[in-house]
């Protein structure tokens, strides 16, 4: 079945240190992976996709993630956590199959001060 | 400015009653969709429409109806037959499907007393 997998509920880490949310996808081909985040009470907002190409990809507030098909991943990475990255990470794929998007179930980020 | 609105951002409804939850959007997109969030579910899809007069059930539309008669427009109607429906409900739109970002409203949070 199609799905993506968040195996994280939580992380915590400590302001200034580096931060890596994990995402694993099943599908048959690639599919188009997105990451979002999501602060209290709030919608969900874009930090980065990835389509073809190049497999390390760059968006907002400094993240990056990185595709990689062996593994079926597509990991979220940041290389210094602010406290204002506290929020809720949702990885969600688009598999043209099914025509929407999945969404895994979120990872939540605390940081410590 | 573009964007997604929603409303009301808070709702408390009695049981047994049916309550329409508001999306907008002036992005000129076609494709709208309506989501529910829980806690540590992620988000799941009730309903999606990629074309006015037009709209397809998701994975949990019961319960649920939804009218697409603008393009703008794509309200959800939560009916007394949806058994939980406390939770928080998130609209997107996308210009097509596939390589396109679906970008999400506020939210509208609906409390059943």
């Known amino acids: 079945a199609q799905s993506v997998t968040q195996p994280d509920i939580h992380i915590t880490v400590s302001e200034g240190a580096s931060l890596e949310l994990r995402c694993n996808y099943s599908?048959?081909?690639?599919?188009?992976l997105f990451w979002y985040v999501q602060s209290p009470g709030q919608g969900l907002q874009l930090l980065l996709k990835y389509f073809s190409g190049d497999t390390l990809v760059q968006g907002i507030k400094g993240f990056e993630a990185e595709f990689k098909r062996s593994q079926s991943s597509f990991n979220l990475r940041k290389p210094s956590v602010h406290w204002s990255d506290a929020a809720e990470y949702f990885c969600?794929?688009?598999?043209?199959?099914?025509?929407?998007?999945?969404f895994g179930s979120g990872t939540r980020l605390l940081v410590r001060p | 400015d573009g964007g997604i609105t929603q409303s009301p951002k808070y709702l408390f409804r009695k049981e047994g009653q049916n309550v329409t939850l508001s999306c907008e959007q002036n992005l000129n997109h076609d494709a709208m969709y309506w989501y529910r969030q829980d806690p540590g579910q992620g988000l799941r899809l009730i309903y999606y429409s990629q074309i006015v007069n037009d709209f397809q059930k998701g994975d949990i539309a019961e319960g649920y109806s939804v009218s697409r008669e603008k393009k703008e427009s794509f309200p959800l109607t939560v009916t007394s037959a949806q058994k939980n429906p406390t939770a928080f409900y998130l609209c997107a739109s996308q210009s097509a499907g596939g390589t396109d970002t679906q970008y999400f409203g506020p939210g509208t949070r609906l409390t059943v007393l």
């Open positions: 969600a794929a688009w598999m043209d199959s099914s025509y929407k998007l999945i």
């Open positions: 599908y048959g081909a690639t599919p188009y």
